[in-house]
């Protein structure tokens, strides 16, 4: 499978646990209403739309593993 070719903007940010927590509630009150999701990451406002398709994601390499709750749709 090829490898991911690097997007305009690809940032990473890092929260406490509680603000996650937050951002989290917030994502699966919106699921469950059917409706979209709004967050700011970074300083850029994004809208998730309700139809997104979501997944989960499992890596590991170089002494590290990593899980991501990834939402993705075409713009």
Excluded: C, N
């Amino acid at each position: 499978m090829p490898k991911k070719a690097k997007r305009a903007r690809d940032i990473e940010k890092v929260y406490s646990v509680k603000k996650f927590v937050e951002k989290l509630r917030r994502l699966a009150d919106a699921l469950e209403a059917e409706e979209q999701f709004r967050i700011q990451v970074a300083g850029k406002r994004v809208t998730v739309p309700k139809d997104a398709q979501i997944s989960v994601e499992h890596e590991r390499g170089d002494g590290e593993e990593e899980i991501e709750f990834q939402l993705k749709w075409e713009y």
